[in-house]
């Protein structure tokens, strides 16, 4: 039985208002693998709100009730001067404190929730900024700063059973829920990506939308041994970013959402502040690389809260075969 819990590992590796942040995102954590876990059997859990997000994508119930869950805990926690998340159009300002909130909060409450009505796993993804030390009033600009300048981040995943794997920038740690106890403990110590691979994750139904680069590399894969490449490689497609993350990080692989011609216009399918950015730097941080093809995803400065980028994350060899094929 791991003897290291989330609590005592924040103790010794984060500043105090850090750790309870971080708690407090653990503890809704905690609430919506619960509420999650009671499926169909809980009233006004699965299915839709009746309502669209600023991304105008159809809100489940539990998005909702997500985004208020973190809301909630991470308030009491009086850790951050502002949040945001994919579910709400504008940055949430708490009001101002003396001293002033060290941090910030992005979010995804919810990631994948197409997947909640049939019972496939989903998970919250998020990211700990620093707030502004300006006098002046927090602006959605105030959140504009690159996935390099993140203190925190990690996601939960709500599978067979609760994971919450961190980054405070010390390597990636990976700790499952005991239910029993209600607490986190520490089941992996410095996760680290295999280098090679043979697995990747792509949305091939998109296949015909793609750019060029995308194609040939996706083309060389599928060709296996008799390619180039001189290997066979296996597919898999969770559709829940965190899950498909998790199996990455956990046994290898590479993961691309790459824009295509249907979804030019947005940028991408995924978030740059809440989904990409996590994301990348957990992988960073386990050894891989994480790129849009064409410039390193924690580089870039985001233009806007809710912006959305191509996304090729995981065992830097494959990440650097695709960023090789965009340069060509
Ligand atoms: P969401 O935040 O609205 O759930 O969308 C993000 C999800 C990712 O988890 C996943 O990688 C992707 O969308 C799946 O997209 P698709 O349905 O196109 O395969
Ligand atoms: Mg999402």
Known sequence: ?????????LAIHAEPSLASLLESVARACTGISMALGQGALAAGVLGSAGSENIQGETQKNLDVLSNQMLMDAVTASSTVAGMASEEMEHIYALPATVPQAPYLLVFDPLDGSSNIDVNVSVGTIFSVLRAPTHAAELSAGDFLQTGRSQVAAGYALYGPSTQLVLTLG???????????RGEYLLTQESVKIPEVTAEFAINMSNQRFWEAPVQLYIQELLNGKEGVRAKNFNMRWIASMVADVHRILTRGGVFLYPVDSKIRQQGGKLRLLYEANPMSWLIEQAG??????????LDIMPGSLHQRIPVVLGAKEEVSRVIDLHRA
């Open 1 to 9: 039985m791991p003897t290291m819990n989330l609590s005592r590992y």
């Open 288 to 297: 891989g690389a994480a790129s849009t093809g064409r410039e390193s995803i």
């Open 170 to 180: 010390q390597g990636v740690q990976m700790f499952t829920l005991d239910r029993q």
